[in-house]
C-alpha cells in the first residue's frame, strides 16, 4: 500500500484515510461530513477544468474543492 492524496487517487479506487492535514476548524468540518481516520474513500467523479470531486465516504457522496481533497491522506493498493 502507498500513501496518496485523496486527489490523486484514481476514480473508482478505494483508499484508507490516514490523516487529514488541515487547520483545526477545517478538520472538524470534514470529520463532521465522516472524512475521519481509518474510514474508507473512494472517488466517483471529478469535473472538467480542475473543477471539484465527487467523493464516498460510507455510504454518503460529498462533492469537494481539488485543493481541499489534497488535504486527505489515504492509503491506496497499488
Known sequence: MTMVRL???????????????AEEHFRQRLQA???????????????LFGGPLQ??????????????AALIHVWAEG
Open 7 to 21: 486527489s490523486e487517487l484514481p476514480m473508482g479506487q478505494q483508499g484508507i484515510i490516514e490523516d487529514v492535514d
Open 33 to 47: 461530513l465522516g472524512f475521519r481516520v481509518g474510514k474508507e474513500v473512494r472517488p466517483i467523479r471529478q469535473a
Open 55 to 68: 467523493v464516498r465516504v460510507g455510504s454518503v457522496n460529498i462533492m469537494l474543492r481539488r485543493n481541499d
